[in-house]
């Protein structure tokens, strides 16, 4: 069973219409019991980085999946859900994460082309980086779904794939256990599904 964590930020019921397509069973859920019963987690999130992690800590859940990380259970946290995952990000003033993964959040606006639009929205293909658990059913040249207008950096070591967008742009990450897509499954067709399905295999 996957736990979709509920801490008040993300769109967790397209996430779980997602898993039901492929036939897995999923919970949207901010109980601590039941996440600690689940064989995987999902942490998504949309929005503010300084807000959601507010709501992480206030809701108890950032402890919850820190003790979850540790355990080796794995965790995949989407779009701002990976963002999260790092130490600190710079979006609005300097903020804490949950620094599961070494590395920082800075602006997109910093590395591309002044006069491509913020945030970047839309499909872009994923470079592979390093052969991931998540890529086992995608082939070459496989697009995805992105929005946003930060992107995680200084984590070279974790770096999975890329998507270019003027400049290669950190599309997925990995460390041990924990995994990270900047990009949206539940939005990206049958290759987001493919991805999911890779995960509930891991």
């Known amino acids: 069973m996957i736990a979709i964590i509920d801490y ?4 967790l019921f397209s996430l779980k219409s997602s ?3 492929i036939g897995e069973e999923a919970v949207v859920t901010s109980d601590a019991a039941v996440i600690s019963q689940a ?11 300084e807000d959601a992690a507010k709501k992480l800590s206030d809701s108890g859940m950032a402890e919850v999946v820190k003790r979850e990380a540790q355990s080796g259970k794995p965790i995949m946290g989407i779009c701002l859900g990976m963002q999260l995952l790092f130490e600190k990000s710079y979006e609005y003033g300097e ?10 959040v800075r602006p997109i606006a910093d590395v591309i082309d002044k006069e491509l639009k913020i945030p970047h929205i839309g499909w872009n293909r994923l470079i592979v980086k390093k052969q991931s658990p998540l890529f086992k059913y995608l082939s070459d040249g496989d697009c995805v779904y992105f929005v946003h207008s930060y992107y995680a950096t200084d984590c070279e070591d974790a770096v999975t794939a890329t998507a270019e967008y ?5 599309a997925s990450v990995e460390k041990d256990n924990v995994y990270g897509c900047q990009f949206h499954p539940e939005k990206s067709g049958d290759v987001g599904l493919k991805i999911l399905k890779a995960f509930c295999e891991i």
């Open 8 to 11: 008040g930020v993300g769109n």
């Open 19 to 21: 898993f039901a397509a």
């Open 39 to 49: 064989d995987r987690l999902i942490l998504p999130g949309v929005g503010a980085f």
């Open 95 to 104: 903020h804490e994460g949950l620094g599961l993964i070494g590395g920082s």
């Open 166 to 170: 003027s400049a290669e742009l950190t």
